[in-house]
């Protein structure tokens, strides 16, 4: 087996693309953390000089939930914008195109507290939140495109680096000696457009995705140079009769949209496979971690002046992870790591709910509790979170992969939004039992992975095709199936 090399114009594309889109999601799941007070305390001003009375609490309750959950909300929007998107601008195209859902809102949460407006800060959550739903899914998309099969998984796992880069990020600018104070606040939301500036400059020196110039465009000359240049040589020939083949199974096949993706049974587990994956990243409760981090450590017992130091703590616990999940990822698979990643946060919640329910009785387990959350938080990183684009990169043929990334986007933006919004009042509920929940989802999903999904390491995407068409009972005797066969092995290598 042929192994390609990261190449330098590889790894800029990569750093380009997920630095200009991937951070800011991970940027923005984070920012609204530390200055939550600040925030509350801006809102009941602005109410005050509006109606000479204080906001209703209810009303502020009401304000500060539909803050944090237009992010998500925005982030469903983004995924379902995907697959149209995609086939008309490109990969690349579609990348720069959503950097205006990044520096408008941008702008408008920078001069929310100039203009009085906590609806300025609302409007911008629902429209950054686009910007993250099409960089969350078509980063994954644009780099495991680019990527040679020995590097796909490592290069796939770019977009959750950056993730977790912008999380850290925004969670040191949120300590109240640098930006989470009266006078930061509205400066660390705007950051958010310097990303996309730096990418609207340097990502259009770079290809655009191989399959898609070829698959799409019909432009095998440029396609043929994308390669060259992605590769740093010439002899690409292999790769290209590759490309070639999988082209002509797509163009016998037929493009699939949303709906009718739903209904090919020789798709069915990779449907499943997608959704599943997707939901147990979203409902096993890691977003409830990052959006309510400082109430953890509040209930956990931190002292109230080192919860931002422990946050950062956990988020730099978290890039570390995650960086180490790029080296180990081509060596590992991605099997191993969502099951030991998915084992580690189940074992994580469960212990943190005996610990959360001891620790008044206990000295000691606060600090249980808070190497329960690190311990998740390392678990997440390395399987939960990196690996399910990766996988969907690799388990779907070019022409449904759109098509699946929407409905991936979809899964992972509505279940995103259920735990934003439910958690709170599981915590009112439920209290430490609201974890108890999460383990389960996590143990479900082990379970399922263990079972169903199977390893794609090394494998090109017409072999794992094949694996699926087993699975679905299908069998490798379709018509495109069988074209590919012959022409497979008409080829001189």
């Not at 770079?206 to 992605?230: G, I, T």
Request: charged share 15%; net charge neutral.
């Amino acid at each position: 087996e042929e192994k390609r090399k990261l190449t330098t114009v590889l790894v800029l594309a990569s750093l380009f693309a997920a630095f200009g889109s991937s951070f800011q999601y991970g940027y923005n799941i984070a920012v609204i953390n530390s200055p939550a007070p600040l925030m509350r305390d801006f809102y009941n001003k602005t109410y005050i000089e509006r109606y000479n009375e204080p906001i209703p609490e209810r009303f502020l309750t009401v304000l500060w939930s539909v803050t944090v959950s237009m992010f998500p909300l925005g982030g469903l929007f983004g995924a379902l914008m995907v697959a149209p998107l995609v086939k008309r601008l490109g990969r690349k195209g579609t990348l720069l195109f959503n950097n205006i859902f990044s520096i408008v809102p941008a702008i408008m949460m920078g001069v929310c507290e100039i203009s009085k407006s906590y609806e300025l800060i609302i409007a911008a959550r629902v429209i950054v939140g686009i910007c993250a739903g099409l960089s969350s899914n078509v980063v994954p998309m644009y780099l495991g495109e680019i990527a040679p099969r020995n590097l796909r998984g490592a290069i796939g796992i770019f977009p959750q680096l950056f993730i977790t880069v912008g999380i850290l990020v925004a969670q040191v600018f949120g300590i109240r000696s640098l930006l989470g104070n009266k006078t930061g606040w509205t400066i660390m939301f705007g950051l958010t457009a310097i990303p996309a500036v730096f990418q609207l400059i340097f990502l259009p020196l770079f290809p655009e995705s191989p399959r898609y110039l070829l698959f799409q465009k019909k432009d095998e000359v440029n396609c043929l140079k994308a390669l060259q240049l992605l590769r740093g040589q010439n002899d690409v020939e292999r790769e290209l009769n590759e490309l070639v083949l999988e082209a002509i199974a797509e163009e016998i096949q037929s493009r699939w949209s949303l709906l009718s993706l739903l209904t090919q049974k020789f798709l069915r587990w990779q449907l499943f496979t997608t959704i599943v994956l997707n939901m147990g990243q979203q409902l096993s409760g890691v977003n409830a971690i990052y959006y309510y981090a400082d109430s953890i450590y509040a209930s956990a017992g931190v002292n109230e002046q080192d919860i931002q130091y422990v946050t950062v703590g956990t988020g730099a616990v978290n890039l570390f992870m995650t960086i180490a999940a790029v080296f180990i990822v081509e060596f590992s698979g991605r099997r191993l790591l969502l099951l030991l990643g998915f084992g580690i946060c189940c074992g994580s919640c469960a212990l943190l709910t005996f610990a959360l329910n001891f620790q008044a009785r206990l000295l000691w387990m606060p600090y249980v509790s808070i190497f329960c959350v690190i311990t998740y938080v390392i678990g997440h990183a390395i399987g939960p979170s990196p690996i399910p684009n990766v996988v969907t990169t690799e388990i779907f043929m070019h022409s449904a992969r759109p098509a699946a990334f929407t409905l991936g986007g979809a899964i992972h933006w509505i279940s995103n939004f259920t735990v934003g919004l439910v958690f709170p009042f599981m915590e009112v509920d439920l209290g430490p039992f609201s974890f108890v929940l999460f383990s389960i989802v996590c143990f479900l999903t082990l379970i399922y992975i263990f079972f169903v999904v199977p390893e794609t390491k090394m494998k090109s995407i017409l072999e794992i095709s094949k694996i699926f068409d087993e699975m679905n009972n299908v069998g490798y005797v379709d018509k495109s199936i069988e074209v590919l066969a012959k022409l497979w092995n008409m080829l001189p290598f």
